[in-house]
């Protein structure tokens, strides 16, 4: 099933995004883990909608209500379940969709895949709001990473043409990463994020929206985890932020631009440092060559694609009756999701991270 993954990690993601509840179902978390609560609430609270302009006014709260696999605190090692409920949801806005197709939109694949029966209120299965349980469950792979001294974070590279400052990856500290994840707007460059709101709010006031581009990164992973061809590191981490539904490209390292580049120069050389462990002077690998990790930092970029709700008026077809129309979409809707999909790119690397490491020799 599409809402089903398994990598020594099985998750399970359900709901609709005006249905009563969204939820996810996490098997084989080692057992004994203890679970922060109130880091768990300030996690979600990161992707949780209506917190200013940059988002849709959309509220929910996001308390994730554990019902299962969770004993005293601690991971039982049995299936972990959560539900989260559906508080603020306007249906009435999406009562003109049950034949027009949204453009940009899974309505019309939807109707063809699930032959009408659909739910196109707010999306659905196919709405960011399924992020939610996504997130929900990297929050908790995060706290266990951290235990092992393994940290991840992220920051918005790029909106619209503007962009931050990128990642330094030969050195990434603890504490940068932890920086930006207390950041209302996750950028190195405050002015440059300044730059970035003012540009949202102008793209909220003309009807329209933006996209742009959130670089990650992951440090102290040990060398040697993962696994070749198709069970890679790049695989996973590359399966799971496609479960996010704005997501349109992914890189790792250098990405692209090594096309560009002889051999010579692509090619991160290897050295001893004055601990004793193998480091190379570049890393437009990324942290990861053959699939599997080299030590240094774990670093790739997702390109965001802009909120394909907008208010403007837009070109459609009536799927029942194969005509062409004109839609005005409705509703409550983000002018721009990068900022809030940080932390959904963060949980999806964290997910990934875990489920290798738990075949790592020396895991405990």
């Known amino acids: 099933m599409s809402s089903f993954w398994n990598h020594n990690i099985t998750l399970s993601v359900f709901g609709e995004s005006h249905g009563a509840s969204i939820g996810v179902v996490i098997d084989n978390l080692p057992a004994g883990e203890y679970i922060d609560t109130e880091a768990l609430r300030t996690f979600m609270a990161r992707r949780a909608p209506g917190r200013d302009k940059t988002a849709t006014p959309r509220f929910e709260a996001d308390l994730p209500n554990i019902v299962s696999g969770v004993s005293r605190g601690y991971t039982t090692g049995t299936p972990l379940a959560a539900f989260i409920a559906n508080t603020d949801t306007h249906s009435q806005d999406y009562s003109n969709l049950s034949t027009l197709a949204r453009p940009g939109h899974a309505d019309y694949t939807g109707a063809l895949h699930y032959k009408g029966f659909n739910d196109v209120r707010g999306g659905g299965h196919f709405s960011g709001r399924l992020t ?165 930092p774990i670093i790739f970029r997702a390109a965001i694609k802009p909120t394909p709700s907008i208010g403007r008026e837009q070109q459609t077809v009536d799927m029942k009756n194969l005509t062409n129309e004109k839609l005005t979409v409705k509703g409550r809707h983000d002018p721009c999701i990068v900022p809030r999909a940080v932390p959904v790119v963060e949980a999806a690397a964290n997910i990934a991270v875990l489920s290798h490491m738990l075949l790592y020799p020396n895991f405990k």
Do not use: W
Request: with cysteine.
């Open 132 to 296: 939610a349980p996504l997130t929900f469950a990297g929050a908790l792979c995060g706290q266990i990473l951290e235990r092992r001294a393994i940290y991840t974070g992220a920051h918005i590279q790029e909106i619209h043409g503007i962009r931050d400052k990128v990642f330094n990856p030969i050195t990434i500290s603890r504490d940068e990463l932890n920086k930006l994840t207390h950041k209302h707007f996750p950028v190195i460059d405050n002015k440059k994020g300044d730059k970035m709101i003012l540009d949202i709010d102008k793209a909220r006031e003309a009807a329209d929206s933006l996209g742009g581009v959130i670089e990650c990164a992951v440090i102290n992973v040990p060398a040697g985890i993962g696994e070749p061809i198709f069970e890679g590191l790049e695989n996973s981490i590359a399966q799971l932020v496609f479960g996010i539904p704005a997501v349109k490209g992914l890189e790792f390292g250098a990405g692209f631009s090594v096309s560009k580049m002889l051999g010579s120069q692509n090619n991160d050389e290897f050295y001893v440092d004055e601990h004793g462990y193998v480091k190379t002077y570049t890393n437009n690998h990324g942290g990861i060559l053959g699939g599997i990790s080299s030590g240094m």
